[in-house]
């Protein structure tokens, strides 16, 4: 060996082999220990973004439309609840009788790895505040209660979210939920019960939520409210995790109970149960610190003659509890991110369809507004053309402006039949009338003109108003179509919308009024009863012949011509002829022209309105 002065000396083969194991024991505590930081770094890198992922989601208030894998941690008053999520967190949360938790608390834990310091946030609504020191949590947490849920005991649905980062704390994010209650107390709403029920609900019914039911051990757990509302959600407990609090408080004798609940045994739970023994409030008031109270309850686990099994069994203690969850959480995450992906996509398909509608952008530069102002109006123009050219693109179910107008017009054609279809007797009336009125010389079975024109006149006249009113129709569905084109371009432009759907309604007026003057004259020169002898000839002997083929066959029709015939009544009979004859050549005018003029008014108002956006 070597001495202090540097010279030989003889060796002591005990000393040396204590030295050599010392060194040993030095190095491989030295690679034990690079090895954990090693498995740290390796954990914190996979497990860290997964959690930090559903937390910016969160943040970013993705829940609102989408599921978000979470614990929410539930009870009943008293039942250890906030004590469980102090040891979690290793600060001070508010605690006490009643409800004291008002509002969900989303409890965010970071370990540090390399850093010793502690850090806390506190953040709800569009408020924020950095937290140095973890005995001021617990007043920021009140603080923000009351300037969410006001300074009694009513609760809120609204979010407040609580950051701890710490080198002694886990991985993990919680949210905690008000404590289920039955009776109001002080000011609270008569309905305080189904209130606090309702907000648990909200949270524990999402199947990307992990509940987490803290009950107390010296309490029957087939009675208690918090299980009791996880099975209603999660009739298969197949994410609902127990956790069972206050030991120390279990009756002697009831021991094995609780283990044998702890066990999974009495009221089944696939991810079973665990146990922890938190500070309670002699030991607050001994000023007993987290840490103290953490080795405080593995010395109570196992010391224990029947709690020491499940201290083995890893079912035991904070820190067990700690691991647990993370595990969970994490599995939970890497589980429902393929679930997450798909909707987050099929969301943003729907959102992105749902903005195209709007269009883009008002550009911020003036050149550039300029452009965009004339691209509004051509595509304004190319849909306004599209329209009129009868190809313009129809929804499900919808139909075409020219197809819609063809049935209108399929309508009017409906009512001229009918008019000239009117009942046979009323007109025999009339011929019979006009017949003992204006027969002059003529002798019988010549057919007396002035009767004949009187009624044609007669008929005429009946389609003028039912003609003006057709059209009001058909300019009415023109311009409506023109107005949703509008507002289909310019919705998001108000004073743009504004301006074209006024000048499609001067346009419509001023050309609906051409076009019903259009119409008026038509009808006029109907009044004149007059058609080419040819086109006359041919519809009188088309008639002549169907009724002589009719009255070879001995068969009656449903006109009064072959009754006439027999009766005797030649000049009733020749009137009817003629009236027949002149009805196949006169309906197509008032029908046609009727038409052109819808048409030449549709053409015009595209053609000024137009003109007029420009």
């Known amino acids: 060996m070597v001495n202090s002065k540097g010279k030989m000396t003889d060796s002591d083969p005990v000393s040396d082999h204590l030295l ?35 937390d910016s989601l969160r943040a970013l208030g993705v829940e609102q439309d989408l599921a978000l894998p979470a614990i929410a ?31 969900p608390l ?53 979010l407040i979210n609580l950051e701890v980062s710490s080198p002694h704390v886990p991985d993990l994010t919680l949210i905690d939920l008000p404590g289920i209650t039955r009776v109001a107390v002080g000011n609270q709403p ?34 208690t409210e918090a299980l009791s509302m996880a099975q209603e959600v999660d009739p298969d407990g197949d994410r609902t995790i127990g956790i069972l609090t206050k030991p120390d408080l279990v009756d002697r004798g009831t021991e094995d109970k609780v283990v044998d609940v702890a066990q999974n045994l009495v009221c089944h739970l696939k ?119 009868g190809e313009e693109s129809v929804g499900e179910g919808e139909s075409r402006l020219f197809t819609k107008i063809r049935h209108e017009f399929h309508k009017w054609s409906i009512v001229i039949e009918k008019k000239f279809q009117k009942g046979y007797k009323a007109i025999y009336k009339e011929i019979e009338k006009f017949e003992n009125r204006y027969r002059g010389r003529e002798l019988p079975g010549f057919v007396n003109y002035k009767t004949f024109e009187i009624i044609i006149k007669q008929q005429i006249r009946e389609l003028e108003e039912p003609a003006v009113d057709m059209l009001r129709t058909v300019t009415d569905m023109v311009q409506l179509a023109f107005a949703n084109i509008s507002k289909g371009n310019f919705d998001e432009f108000f004073n743009l919308y ?38 006359y000839q041919r519809a009188l ?45 006169s309906p197509q005018a008032p029908r046609k022209g009727g038409f052109r003029s819808l048409s030449f008014s549709c053409g015009c108002l595209s053609l000024s309105l137009r003109v007029s956006v420009w």
């Not at 449903?558 to 004859?581: D, F, K, R, T, Y």
């Open 20 to 54: 050599l194991n010392g060194l040993a024991d030095k190095a491989e505590k030295n690679q034990e220990m690079g090895l954990e930081k090693s498995l740290c770094s390796q954990y914190e890198e996979k497990v860290r973004p997964c959690i930090d992922l559903i």
């Open 73 to 103: 941690v539930i009870g009943d008053q008293s039942s250890g609840k906030s004590s469980v999520l102090e040891a979690l967190s290793g600060v001070a949360l508010p605690r006490g009788s009643g409800i004291v938790t008002r509002c």
């Open 106 to 158: 989303v409890l965010k834990l970071k370990k540090l790895m390399n850093e010793d310091e502690w850090r806390g946030k506190v953040s709800y609504q569009d408020f924020e505040t950095e937290i140095s020191d973890p005995s001021e949590v617990e007043e920021a947490i009140n603080t923000a209660q009351n300037a969410i849920a006001g300074e009694g005991l009513g609760i809120s649905h609204e």
């Open 190 to 223: 008569a309905d305080i019960g189904r209130q606090t029920k309702q907000l648990i609900r909200k949270y524990i019914v999402k199947q990307e939520t992990i509940n987490l039911v803290v009950v107390p051990c010296n309490v029957d757990i087939a009675t």
């Open 271 to 389: 991810k079973g149960y665990m146990v922890v023994k938190c500070r309670g409030q002699q030991d607050i008031q001994d000023q007993l610190s987290l840490a103290e109270a953490l080795e405080k309850e593995r010395v109570f686990f196992e010391d224990h003659p029947h709690f020491r099994v499940l201290l083995e069994e890893g079912r035991a203690t904070v820190p067990c509890l700690a691991d647990r969850l993370t595990t969970e959480l994490i599995m939970h995450i890497c589980k429902s991110l393929p679930l997450l992906e798909n909707q987050i996509k099929e969301n943003h398909e729907k959102i992105t369809e749902e903005l195209q509608k709007y269009g883009s952008d008002v550009p911020e530069d003036e050149h550039e507004k300029m452009f965009f102002l004339i691209d509004k109006i051509n595509a304004f123009n190319h849909d306004i053309t599209s329209l009129i050219q």
């Open 498 to 535: 504004r301006t074209t759907k006024s000048k499609i309604e001067d346009i419509k007026f001023e050309l609906e009024n051409e076009a019903e003057k259009s119409i008026r004259l038509h009808f006029q020169m109907e009044q004149i009863v007059y058609c080419q002898d040819q086109i």
């Open 541 to 585: 002997q088309r008639v002549r012949e169907r009724v002589s083929e009719d009255e070879k066959r001995n068969k009656k029709i449903n006109s009064p011509i072959s009754e006439e015939v027999s009766s005797g009544n030649v000049s009733l009979c020749e009137i009817l002829e003629h009236l027949l004859a002149y009805r196949q050549v």
